[in-house]
């Protein structure tokens, strides 16, 4: 069964950093992209970027490429968000999805980020 | 980015009945190489996560029960559930994979009547 149990959330303060985790199991990680989706809590969905199978190519929102870095580790099968200068507006849901030739099939639970002072 | 544009926002409805919603582009999503629509639709439960419904614009995930139909090329697409089951009432968003960033609509929730 395909699991993908994001972690790392919380309330942090504006101007902060924070790395988000997604720890993924019962497929062969190293043969997908995976990428990150937020959800506001407005509930509007945002595609945040993903990462290729080995690491070497990335894909940014143009609006969270200069704050935002997705990396992963292939051999803890784990997939990372750090994310710099949070805003308020950063507040959302996000959530660690995988990539096959389908758009994002499989999706986490989510972590909750509260951006605020 | 492309926008994607869902009508209507909400939609009230009685089991048994037939819906229909629809997600429109800014731009075509038809990749005339290979014939496919770079279009999904997920769905989504309350206090669940998004799941994948459809993909290439008519083609059902695995699993997903065959009321649902995807239909639509270009810049117009319709999902329509032919007959609606309790279990159906959810929010529907739309996605377009064709450019990136990806981009989704602001979705379509399903209401009891």
């Known amino acids: 069964e395909v699991q993908l149990v994001e972690s790392g959330g919380g309330l942090v303060q504006p101007g902060a950093s924070l790395k988000l985790s997604c720890v993924a199991s019962?497929?062969?990680?190293?043969?997908?992209?995976m990428s990150w989706v937020r959800q506001t809590p407005g509930k509007t969905m945002e595609w945040i970027g993903d990462i290729k199978y080995d690491g070497s190519y990335t894909n940014y929102a143009p609006s969270l490429k200069n704050r935002f870095t997705i990396s992963r580790d292939n051999a803890k099968s784990t997939l990372y968000l750090q994310m710099s200068n949070v805003r308020s507006e950063d507040t959302a849901t996000y959530y660690c999805t995988r990539e096959s030739d389908k758009p994002e099939d499989y999706w986490g639970q989510g972590v909750m980020v509260t951006v605020s002072s | 980015d492309i926008v994607m544009t869902q009508t209507p926002s909400s939609q009230a409805v009685s089991a048994g009945e037939k819906v229909t919603m629809s997600c429109k582009s800014s731009?075509?999503?038809?990749?005339?190489?290979?014939?496919?629509?770079?279009l999904a639709w997920y769905q989504q439960k309350p206090g669940q996560s998004p799941k994948l419904l459809i993909y290439w614009a008519s083609t059902r995930e695995s699993g997903v029960p065959d009321r649902f139909i995807g239909s639509g090329s270009g810049t117009d697409f319709t999902l329509t559930i032919s007959s609606v089951q309790a279990e159906d009432l959810a929010v529907y968003y739309c996605?377009?994979?064709?450019?990136?960033?990806?981009?989704f609509g602001a979705g379509t929730k399903l209401e009891l009547k």
């Open positions: 996605q377009q994979y064709y450019n990136f960033p990806y981009t």
């Open positions: 019962g497929f062969t990680f190293s043969d997908y992209w």
């Open positions: 731009q075509s999503l038809l990749y005339n190489e290979n014939k496919k629509n770079y």
